[in-house]
């Protein structure tokens, strides 16, 4: 990707995702481009540096600001940035805008209290005792507003789930991950404004789990290490259906076809 032109994009994209209450700012010099995110709904911004050598890792370096941050916490915060910066791949299309969409713009979103660091290194579940992932299923009449589809995929990163949403008519919202961050999910989820919202399958083992706990990517958990999580948005039916036959057949596609959703064939 040629620097200028490619960050020039790249800024686009991610003021273009953006939610009303955050604004973007930037300075461009001969060497380097500085832009911040700041937010009324938090009390964190962002500030974020891309040297020459765009899009090399290297380039880019990025600070989480607060106003009454201690030196403590803010030690934390840049051994935090470091550990996203290393999911940094320089080959994809928008690696600055998939960083920031994926890692730190969820840090400014109401979707609860403002989030603090996480300690250097917490006590994490024995590796030979692995969570059996759970799964769950949200259908609402429709799914169209960009600020509802922009708060899905902010909050079911923040929770590291895997999972996709389906827009148009009707809505629908699929998510893979621990049973209490599922939990916490569907409470946010349903404390928005919907029409015609239902739980369609609540919290439950994923069926092909349940009696086997060997680690099996990235369904083996939503935290801990486990798994980063993965959230992806599509148009079709057919496109959830195939979605869901790729990670557990038929019988995970039955989640939906259960309810009379793609019966007929899974197109539309």
């Known amino acids: 990707m040629e620097p200028q032109h490619g960050l020039a994009a790249e800024l686009e994209l991610v003021s273009a995702s953006l939610l009303p209450s955050e604004i973007l700012h930037s300075h461009v010099s001969a060497d380097h481009t500085v832009f911040s995110v700041t937010s009324d709904d938090s009390q964190l911004s962002l500030s974020v540096t891309v040297g020459q050598g765009f899009p090399k890792k290297e380039s880019v370096a990025v600070e989480i600001k607060g106003g009454q941050m201690g030196r403590d916490e803010a030690a ?91 827009t148009g008519h009707p809505g629908i919202m699929y998510a893979i991950g621990d049973l209490l961050d599922l939990e916490e999910w569907i409470r946010e989820v349903k404390s928005w404004q919907w029409l015609a919202l239902r739980v369609r399958l609540a919290p439950v083992p994923v069926p092909e789990e349940a009696g086997n706990v060997v680690q099996k990517g990235q369904e083996t958990g939503a935290r801990g290490g486990k798994g980063r999580g993965e959230w992806t948005e599509m148009e079709k039916v057919g496109e959830a259906l195939e979605w869901l036959r790729k990670r557990g057949g038929e019988g995970r596609a039955k989640v939906l076809t259960d309810i009379g959703i793609g019966a007929g064939g899974g197109k539309g």
């Open 76 to 166: 934390g915060w840049i051994d935090w940035v470091q550990s996203k910066l290393g999911d940094w791949d320089e080959d994809q299309d928008y690696p600055l805008y998939e960083a920031m969409s994926t890692h730190f713009l969820p840090l400014l979103a109401p979707v609860g209290t403002t989030p603090s660091p996480p300690p250097s290194k917490s006590p994490a579940l024995a590796p030979d005792v692995p969570t059996v992932p759970h799964h769950a299923l949200l259908v609402s009449h429709h799914l169209l507003a960009p600020s509802k589809r922009k708060d899905l995929h902010v909050l079911s990163s923040s929770l590291s789930l895997i999972g996709f949403s389906k």
